[in-house]
T-cell receptor
Framework: GNSVTQMEGPVTLSEEAFLTINCTYT??????LFWYVQYPGEGLQLLLK?????DKGSNKGFEATYRKETTSFHLEKGSVQVSDSAVYFC????????????FGTGTSLTVIP | DADVTQTPRNRITKTGKRIMLECSQT?????MYWYRQDPGLGLRLIYY???????NKGEISDGYSVSRQAQAKFSLSLESAIPNQTALYFC????????????????FGPGTRLTVL
């Protein structure tokens, strides 16, 4: 079946530190992969996506590369800011299962000044 | 104005009460979803609807029911609320037109925080 496993949190970093949040997936077909972000008190917003192997999604300084060989989609940012404090969800959507979404458990990030 | 709205934003109720959570969208999307979010468990799918006449159970539908009143409205009901239904509930929408681009994307409402005492 389909599933997403992501790095457990919480993660606390100092401003300007490098961020990596690991995400691996299991899928029956060829999924699209996503990172969603949830700021305090808000719903989930799409941060970036990749639809096929070796694609790199990027937005707001965040990047993630779709690695089929390692079934991974790790989120990275070179220099985090306090405003990046949020919960980050890795997710997949698989055509073989009606394009339903499967979410990871979320990783809470706190950036301190 | 927000594209996906949920009412109420917060609700406290008692065990055994019937509760309805409402979702409206102005995105014109055919597909709508209800999720619940629990700490450490991420988002889990309760029900989804691909159009007004198509409603499907998700991973955790027991204890819940839904109604798709129109393309823009999708309501979630708890017939007899119990404390373990205390959670954050999200509505989401998507458009199958994205599939022509090779991917699906969901758009989320702001959530309803439900507490069952």
């Amino acid at each position: 079946g389909n599933s997403v496993t992501q790095m457990e949190g919480p993660v606390t970093l100092s401003e300007e530190a490098f961020l990596t949040i690991n995400c691996t997936y299991t899928a029956t077909g060829y999924p699209s992969l996503f990172w969603y972000v949830q700021y305090p008190g808000e719903g989930l917003q799409l941060l970036l996506k990749a639809t096929k192997a070796d694609d790199k999604g990027s937005n707001k300084g965040f990047e993630a590369t779709y690695r089929k060989e390692t079934t991974s989609f790790h989120l990275e940012k070179g220099s985090v800011q306090v405003s990046d404090s949020a919960v980050y969800f890795c997710a997949l959507s698989d055509k073989n299962t009606g394009n339903q979404f499967y979410f990871g458990t979320g990783t809470s990030l706190t950036v301190i000044p | 104005d927000a594209d996906v709205t949920q009412t109420p934003r917060n609700r406290i109720t008692k065990t055994g009460k019937r509760i309805m959570l409402e979702c409206s969208q102005t995105k014109g999307h055919d597909r709508m979803y209800w999720y619940r979010q629990d700490p450490g468990l991420g988002l889990r799918l309760i029900y989804y609807s691909f159009d007004v006449k198509d409603i499907n159970k998700g991973e955790i539908s027991d204890g819940y029911s839904v109604s798709r009143q129109a393309q823009a409205k999708f309501s979630l009901s708890l017939e007899s609320a119990i404390p373990n239904q205390t959670a954050l509930y999200f509505c989401a929408t998507s458009d199958p037109g994205f599939l022509r681009e090779g991917y699906n994307e969901q758009f989320f409402g702001p959530g309803t925080r439900l507490t069952v005492l």
